[in-house]
């Protein structure tokens, strides 16, 4: 079945494309009828009986794998016999069957991959058309493969070639619809402002060669329309994402891509620039802010006219409003990922400018990120509840984890799932004790869906046969409580059909592994079944993008209002505050030695308090400052009991000047703006140091640099921290995190950062006296594709030294010694970014008396135009020259 | 038999899944199909026993921070890996490692501390010392330098976790059934 099936998929998807009539796709082929293992369309099945593997071919720039395939004759057809009176003898003596050879390209130079888009009589490989497209990014450019296109339908409009006319009139055609079929579906391919050089060239073909044909048409509407959403304009009819709300990076998605905002709901994160610190207030623009004393409880399609205020709890807000809201952020999020953003030469690859490349698959990871720290913040942020209410809340993430299983929405069902088994929430022993049965028992069904267990077969196979389904209809045998659910649910709903969203990690995983695992080139050709393989996992993904469309849900504002105010907490402050609430009693690890004490102690003052509720008010506050004047009276109340329990607990006022909650809204924030924080991290590096330092006399000794320019961090803890020299790295990397980055939670994500370059600050070291006790920096931007070699050159140039940068060796200055950059290494990976960026030239030794004397003053002025042209000089009034140099530094 | 949950941890591009395809597929082979069963399953001989390693790698995934918690919870022994050629994943394993002990809650997990990428020598910036200085540091925790690339040290890797499984937990036939969700 494999290879038929895969022939007539990818030629539906073909088809569907060259008719522009996208929505077909939600009629495809179930996923279900592909076979045990779906991932493995467009590849040949081996096993079939009537395919057979032959051998290999191979010919100057190309291997090919050949099969040999029975098919069968077009045999007369019955109604033919039907009418000659029966069987006949004839119909037993013809042959039924023929065997005909087959092959594939298996590997080869990009010409002959770009030439087997036609098939052998010339006729558009449909599937080999949709891998070819899909992946070929991972070896050529969009500009090589464009080329090459147009040269060979140069090549075949020569009437001189040997080939006969018809033969290429076929492969004329063949190329044209190859383009279609590239225009239509990777659009994105041609996006390259200003100058469009892809775009530009296939125009002036098409115009050239084929004036007025379909194609050329197509070209120029295409054109029209990519030029047109690079300047924003709005053409597209789908509004329902109008009120998503994410990081300044989901934002940045959103805009590039074919959303228009509906401003009068719209909330807006104020581009990362407004301020330094990746602080910022959500700004909401409502018309009006008086609020509607409408409730809306539980009308999905509410029509967002009337102004309502945002909800205020989280147990206030229906899970199923909550489950389609969720479903609703993660489809606009689906429908946008570019599945060759997934790939793992893009995707895990750090030397390819990933963040820039992957922003579609970046952004679905916040989100699902997002989801888990609100499962995580709902539960721990009132630490003073008693542990029954806990358990409420607890609940209630079960009930809107099952009512997303209803909505085969795997993605934020997995991050509840995850969310509730992270540690914090996790060792609350207390509080799941008060978990009703059946929900603890709905809980860990729901669980088992994602073990990890035998590579997570679970949920691949779930994914098998619900992926393109109407609605979830799938149980394990000892799902009781989901059974009934769905059972239910199917009886009310019949009609109803859902989309899909799946987790899209393991697709990551996959094809991580995949790109591990096969090499890119096999005797020095492009190896294309490791595409075909790629493919199979991304065929996956477009399927159910192509199945999502089932949904539809509009927005609420009144839910992105609550989502986007609640307040987020890193991993670390999750676990003092889990502390708190439930001493750890095992070990020392907790941190939390006072905690034990504290938890007594919050427990007495809740129950005098008396309550819990509202528990969300005092996290709304920060967040809405327009909410209706009842509410914030109540924050004014809540708030103290915020504060305080936060200082007291130590976790949130680590070296921070701002106020408690304040600081911990900084935390939320950035959580989920990783964009805009690292951004501003590096925006601000400057500013957080002086350029100047003055450093006493002895500038040659090492820890001199370091000792200069760590204190004016400004925080009591930093310069504490420094003192002792026991765990110094960690403690300044903390304070710094926590000033710029805003905690980042655990570093393993630094790695992530969307910054694609850093700034940092290089002196020079120089023996000679003329600096008399004055370090100056220059601050250098380092992308993540500059050797040493051209760092070195660029601290040269700013320094206005002279000479190779053979003879000077980079150094990052770190608190207990330096690292030496080494010559080859990519200086934006290899330094480390937990520390200060201060680095030093140096000299190397042996070149001492042949380079030492090209500092050249008179170069200083050309060297970067922000360069004050005295600063070698020692400033008189330090201060003055500091604010001098942090005006002009970059 | 006895099975052996190991998690491999660390920021991406160190190589990680390098070394468990390594260690699973042995050679690269082209056939390779890593959404099936037991891709990541592979049956060794540690000491005259018989074990079957489940190697859980994190690969691809790193970025998916919040379900870090829920993989350590599963693991019984650790692989935390860097590359000798950048600084920042050496840096990063500081707190995953008190992440692990966080959610294991012990002092005592069976861990693993690797430098991958040696054979890279003139791009290293990450000297052996340091991360003989880190092991230490982590009490009872091994480092190797490695080289999935070229085949260094990898196997190393899953035996010497073994041996701390077993050295830990000597092998008891009741030993803990893993269940993910007791609660009660």
Request: hydrophobic share 30%.
């Amino acid at each position: 079945m494999a290879p038929q099936l895969v022939r007539t998929l990818s030629a539906q998807f073909t088809d569907t494309f060259l008719k522009r009539s996208e929505s077909s796709l939600n009629s495809m082929v179930d996923l279900r009828c592909i076979s045990k293992y779906p991932w493995r369309f467009g590849e040949v099945n081996f096993k079939q009986p009537t395919w057979r593997y032959w051998g290999e071919e191979k010919c100057p720039g190309a291997i090919y794998t050949v099969y040999l395939k029975k098919v069968r004759y077009h045999s007369p057809s019955k109604s033919i016999i039907n009418v000659s009176g029966g069987e006949s003898d004839d119909d037993i003596s013809h042959l039924e069957w023929e065997t005909v050879r087959v092959r594939f390209i298996k590997a080869g130079s990009l010409e002959k991959l770009v030439g087997s888009l036609a098939s052998e009589v010339g006729e558009l490989e449909s599937t080999y058309v949709n891998v070819f497209l899909a992946t070929y990014r991972t070896f050529a450019s969009p500009k090589q493969v464009l080329n090459l296109l147009l040269e060979r339908y140069d090549e075949l409009r020569n009437p001189n070639s040997p080939m006969r006319e018809a033969m290429r009139d076929q492969n004329r055609k063949t190329l044209r619809q190859s383009i279609h079929v590239w225009l239509d579906q990777y659009p994105e391919d041609f996006q390259e402002p200003p100058n469009y050089p892809c775009l530009t060239q296939l125009e002036s073909f098409t115009s050239r060669v084929m004036p007025d044909s379909e194609l050329d048409q197509k070209v120029h509407r295409k054109g029209d329309l990519i030029r047109r959403s690079a300047k924003g304009g709005p053409h597209c009819s789908n509004a329902a994402g109008s009120t998503l709300k994410c990081s300044p990076l989901i934002n940045q998605l959103l805009s590039t891509s074919t959303m228009p905002t509906a401003p009068e709901f719209n909330v807006k994160s104020p581009p990362s620039a407004s301020n330094g610190k990746g602080y910022h207030h959500p700004q909401y623009h409502y018309t009006n802010l008086i609020p509607s004393r409408h409730p809306s409880a539980g009308n999905l399609t509410t029509t967002n006219h009337g102004i309502i205020p945002p909800y205020s709890d989280f147990l206030e807000i229906p899970e199923t409003i909550f489950a389609q809201q969720l479903t609703r952020m993660d489809y606009e999020l689906f429908k946008r990922v570019i599945p060759h953003q997934c790939l793992g030469s893009v995707w895990s690859r750090r030397d390819k400018g990933r963040d820039r490349d992957c922003v579609s698959v970046v952004a679905t990871v916040e989100q699902f990120n997002a989801v888990c720290y609100r499962v995580i913040s709902a539960i721990l942020m009132e630490p003073e509840a008693k542990s029954s209410a806990r358990a409420k809340i607890i609940s209630k993430w079960v009930d809107i984890a099952q009512e997303l299983r209803v909505l085969k929405n795997f993605s934020s069902l997995k991050a509840i799932i995850s969310g509730l088994q992270t540690n914090p929430v996790y060792r609350l022993k207390k509080a799941w004790s008060h978990l009703p049965r059946d929900k603890l028992e709905t809980f860990e069904e729901l669980a088992r869906i994602f073990s990890e267990d035998n590579n997570a077969l679970a949920q691949r196979e779930l994914l098998v046969r619900e992926g393109t389904a109407r609605f979830a209809d799938t149980v394990g045998e000892n799902d009781h409580h989901l059974q009934k659910v769905l059972q239910k649910h199917s009886e009310n709903s019949r009609a109803i059909s859902y989309g899909t969203i799946p987790y899209l990690g393991t697709f990551l995983t996959d094809l991580t592994m995949i790109d591990t695992a096969i090499p890119d080139t096999t005797e020095g050709l492009i190896n294309f079944d490791k595409r075909r393989k790629e493919f199979e996992v991304l065929a996956q993904i477009k399927l159910l993008q192509g199945a999502a469309k089932a949904y539809h849900i509009d927005g609420q504002p009144r839910f992105s209002q609550w989502w986007d105010s609640v307040l987020v907490l890193d991993e670390r402050e999750a676990f003092e505050l889990s502390c708190q609430i439930e001493p750890n009693l095992n070990s020392g690890i907790s941190g939390g030695g006072s905690a034990a004490s504290k938890d007594n102690k919050y427990k007495r003052k809740a129950n005098s308090l008396g309550g819990f509720h509202r528990k969300n008010d005092s996290i709304a506050s920060t967040g809405s400052s327009s909410a209706s004047s009842q509410l914030t009276g109540e924050h004014a109340e809540q708030q103290p009991s915020m504060c305080q329990s936060a200082s007291s607990s130590d976790i949130l006022s680590q070296s921070d000047p701002m106020p408690d909650h304040q600081q911990s809204r900084n935390g939320a924030r950035s959580k989920s703006h990783s964009a805009l924080s690292s951004a501003s991290s590096n925006s601000s590096l400057p500013s957080m140091d002086a350029s100047l330092a003055s450093s006493g006399n002895n500038t040659t000794s090492k820890s001199e640099p370091l000792g200069a320019s760590t204190p004016l961090k400004g925080s009591s803890a930093s310069t504490k921290s420094l003192g002792d020299h026991g765990s110094e790295s960690k403690a300044t990397s903390r304070s710094m995190s926590k000033t710029s980055v805003a905690s980042s939670g655990s570093a393993t994500d630094s790695p992530y950062r969307t910054s694609e370059f850093y700034i940092i600050r290089v002196s020079i070291e120089e023996a000679g006296p003329e600096t008399e006790g004055v370090i100056m920096y220059k601050s250098i931007m380092i992308g993540n594709h500059e050797k040493t070699k051209e760092v070195i050159r660029s601290a040269m140039m700013k320094h206005g030294l002279e000479g190779s940068p053979e003879n000077y060796t980079l150094s990052q200055v770190l608190p207990d010694k330096e690292l030496l950059i080494p010559e080859k290494a990519n200086v934006y990976y290899a330094i480390s970014t937990q520390h200060d960026l201060n680095f030093t030239l140096r000299e190397k030794s042996e070149d001492l008396n042949t380079v030492g004397g090209t500092v050249s003053r008179d170069s200083l002025g050309l060297g970067g135009e922000g360069t004050p042209r005295g600063s070698r000089r020692p400033p008189r009034d330090n201060s003055k020259a500091r604010r001098k140099l942090l005006g002009l530094v970059l | 038999m006895r099975e052996y949950k190991i998690v491999v941890l660390g920021s991406g591009g160190v190589g990680k899944s390098a070394l468990t395809v390594q260690f699973v597929q042995g050679i690269f082979v082209e056939k390779y199909d890593p959404t099936i069963e037991d891709s990541y399953r592979k049956q060794v001989e540690v000491d005259n026993h018989q074990c079957m390693l489940e190697i859980l790698d994190t690969a691809g995934t790193e970025q998916f921070t919040a379900m870090r918690d829920l993989y350590m919870k599963n693991g019984q022994g650790f692989v935390l890996v860097y590359s000798i050629t950048a600084q920042s994943t050496f840096n990063d394993l500081q707190d995953l490692r008190e992440q692990i002990l966080r959610v294991k809650d012990t002092e005592d997990v069976p861990m693993v501390l690797v430098g991958n990428k040696c054979d890279l020598e003139e791009e290293r910036v990450v000297g052996k010392d340091q991360g003989l200085n880190l092991a230490s540091q982590f009490s009872n925790c091994s480092f190797m330098e490695t080289s999935a690339k070229a085949k260094i040290g990898v196997k190393d890797i899953f035996f010497d976790l073994v041996r701390q499984i077993n050295r830990r937990t000597p092998d008891n036939p009741q030993k803990k059934k893993k269940k993910r969700c007791v609660l009660l």
